[in-house]
């Protein structure tokens, strides 16, 4: 998957529309088309990486970053005291679909665990 064809690349550089919630240099979060719960986004970085198996140990700020942003939607929504979810699939036991690494945020509602 290169980033000219990568979905979530795409949606990074505006050329696919998404809601989006939060942004800076290194880091854009937007509604999941298909939620999973009152609030649900997905945390990316705007580098392209397809996997958690792909990243290097020089990628360790920018997967920081994704839990940063999370940090600050938090609050910006007002679940930062009633609590959220972030979980980040890898591969197809994990469930992941997109591959473009994303830190799903799910926040509105009492989230059951373990997950089925
Ligand atoms: P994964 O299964 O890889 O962990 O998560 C991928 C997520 O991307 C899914 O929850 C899916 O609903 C979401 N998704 C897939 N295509 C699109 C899209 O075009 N726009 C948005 N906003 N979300 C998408
Ligand atoms: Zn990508």
Redesign the pocket.
Known sequence: MSESTC?FCK?ARGD?P?EIIFENNDVVA?????AKAPTHA?IIPRQHISTINDLSDGDAGRVGQLFLAARDIAVDIGVAESGYRVVM?CNEDG????FHI?L?MLAGRQLDWPPG
């Open positions: 979905l949606i696919i998404a937007f509604r999941d088309i298909d997905l699939n469930g992941q679909s997109v994303h799903h």
